[in-house]
C-alpha cells in the first residue's frame, strides 16, 4: 500500500511540477517589447504626395496545431489566394505554426510583400503575423493582461499569450503609416468573455491614443471578436477616431483606419474563402479573408 502510495505522490508532485513549469513559461514576457517611441510625422511629406492606394487584408487562418482539420493543407490555399489578392499589408491571425509562416511569407514574397513579423508571446505564441509591402520603421507588442482563464484549456486563449502588435511602416518619400493587427478572446457560449474583453480594448485605449497624437494614419486589422457597434469596440473607435473601412462585412473581422486630417476612401471590398477540392467538408478556414482597397490623402 505504501509502495502505491509513493508512487502516486511522486506522479502528483510531477505533475504540478511541469503545470507550474508552463504557468511560469506563458508568463515571460513577450519576444517583442511594447513601443516605446511615437514621434510626429513629417505632414510635408504627405502634402507633397499623391493619394497613397493600398489593399489591406485581414484572415484568421484557423493554424492550431493538432487541433484543426487537415490545417498545412489548408495553409498553402490560403497563402495562394492571399497571393492571388496581391495586397500592400496583411494581418494574420491564428499563424500559430511556425511551418505556415514561412508557406504565407514565401507566396507573398513572389507578389512584392517581403517585410514580415511574427510577434512570440505566451506558451504558444500570440498567432499575429504582419506581411508587408513595405519596410518596418519599428515594432511593438502590447500583451492583453487580461486574457482568460488558465484552467479553461478547451478555450485556450490564456496560453496564446494574446494582444496587440504595433507597426510603423515606411511608405516612402518620409511618409510613415501606423498598422495594428490583434486577436481579442473569444466570445463563446453566452457571451461568458464579455468582461475579458472589455479589459483589453480598455487596456489599448492609451495606445491608440498615443498613436492619434502622433498625426499619422494608421490601420487597425485584427479579428475582433465583436461587431463596430457594441460597448467592446466603440470606446476603441472613439478614442482613436477610427473609421470602419470594411462597411460590408458585419460579423468580427475587421479594417479601421484612423489619423486626423486624413481621408480614407474606400474604392472597392470584399471577401474570400472556399472549401478544399480534396475535403469539400472542410472551409479554408473558419473565417473569412476580409480586403479592402482604399486611397488615403492628406486633408491638409
Known amino acids: 500500500m505504501k509502495h502505491w502510495f509513493r508512487r502516486l505522490l511522486k506522479l ?10 508552463l504557468l511560469l513559461w506563458n508568463l515571460r514576457a513577450p519576444a517583442v517589447l511594447e513601443p516605446a517611441v511615437f514621434s ?15 489593399r489591406v487584408v485581414t484572415w484568421n487562418v484557423w493554424g492550431l496545431h493538432w487541433i484543426t482539420p487537415l490545417r498545412s493543407e489548408r495553409l498553402r490555399k490560403v497563402a495562394e489566394e492571399v497571393a492571388r489578392l496581391k495586397p500592400d499589408i496583411v494581418g494574420f491571425q491564428e499563424a500559430f505554426v511556425e511551418a505556415d509562416r514561412a508557406e504565407l511569407t514565401q507566396a ?14 505566451g506558451l504558444v505564441g500570440s498567432g499575429l503575423l504582419m506581411v508587408s509591402r513595405y519596410p518596418v ?8 493582461a487580461s486574457n482568460g482563464r488558465p484552467e479553461a484549456l478547451q478555450h485556450g486563449d490564456w496560453w496564446a499569450g494574446k494582444g496587440l502588435s504595433l507597426c510603423t511602416l515606411d511608405l516612402g518619400e518620409g511618409r510613415r503609416l501606423s498598422f495594428g493587427n490583434t486577436h481579442l478572446h473569444a466570445r463563446y457560449k453566452e457571451n461568458r468573455y464579455h468582461a475579458t474583453q472589455l479589459a483589453q480594448t480598455a487596456q489599448l485605449i492609451p495606445w491608440v491614443k498615443k498613436v492619434r497624437e502622433t498625426g499619422a494614419p494608421a490601420l487597425w486589422t485584427g479579428d475582433w471578436n465583436n461587431t463596430p457597434d457594441g460597448d467592446v469596440l466603440s470606446p476603441l473607435m472613439e478614442a482613436g477616431a477610427w473609421k470602419l473601412l470594411s462597411t460590408d462585412q458585419p460579423r468580427v473581422d475587421h479594417v479601421f483606419g484612423s489619423g486626423e486630417g486624413w481621408e480614407w476612401q474606400v474604392v472597392d471590398q470584399g471577401k474570400v474563402n ?15 479573408a476580409v480586403w479592402v482597397d482604399v486611397e488615403l490623402r492628406s486633408k491638409l
Not at 510626429?40 to 493600398?54: C, N, R
Not at 520603421?137 to 492583453?144: C, K, N, S
Open 108 to 121: 507573398l514574397q513572389v507578389v512584392g510583400l517581403e517585410h514580415s513579423r511574427y510577434f512570440h508571446s
Open 137 to 144: 520603421l519599428a515594432e511593438g507588442f502590447i500583451r492583453y
Open 12 to 21: 502528483a508532485i510531477g505533475v504540478c511540477l511541469i503545470v507550474g513549469a
Open 274 to 288: 472556399g472549401k478544399l477540392e480534396s475535403d469539400p467538408t472542410v472551409p479554408w478556414s473558419d473565417h473569412a
Open 40 to 54: 510626429k510625422i513629417d505632414l510635408d511629406a504627405w502634402t507633397k504626395s499623391p493619394p497613397l492606394k493600398l
